[in-house]
């Protein structure tokens, strides 16, 4: 399992922007995906914005043109860049991966309010 700890939560006001952090345990070299992954109230977890160990990178249609996922192989991190920021964003953000060996883990889950 990879131990993954999130940071960056709180609250904006809408048309505002937040950054999340992801650190691994491990290196990113034996991650076969990593990504950021959200759930409001009473809704399934929904991909938001993933990317592949060779680089390939996959967004949700809702958040395309105004999330940006990226990534420190040397520091064994994963950023979730939020610009525009509208209420229907508000969610529990949870960093997720898959490690080479199939071995699914998850982080703590960050909490983003945006409200006016």
């Known amino acids: 399992q990879v131990r993954l700890v999130e940071s960056g939560g709180g609250l904006v006001q809408p048309g505002g922007s937040l950054r999340l952090s992801c650190a691994a345990s491990r290196s990113l070299s034996s991650i076969s995906v990593m990504g950021w992954y959200r759930q409001g109230p009473g809704k399934q977890r929904d991909m938001v914005a993933s990317?592949?160990?060779?680089?390939?990178?996959n967004y949700a249609s809702f958040v395309k043109g105004r999330f940006t996922i990226s990534r420190d192989n040397a520091k064994n991190t994963i950023d979730l860049q939020m610009n525009s920021l509208k209420p229907e964003d508000t969610a529990v953000y949870y960093c997720g991966c898959v490690a080479n060996d199939g071995v699914t883990s998850w982080g703590q889950g960050a909490q983003v309010t945006v409200s006016s």
């Open positions: 990317i592949l160990n060779s680089g390939t990178i």
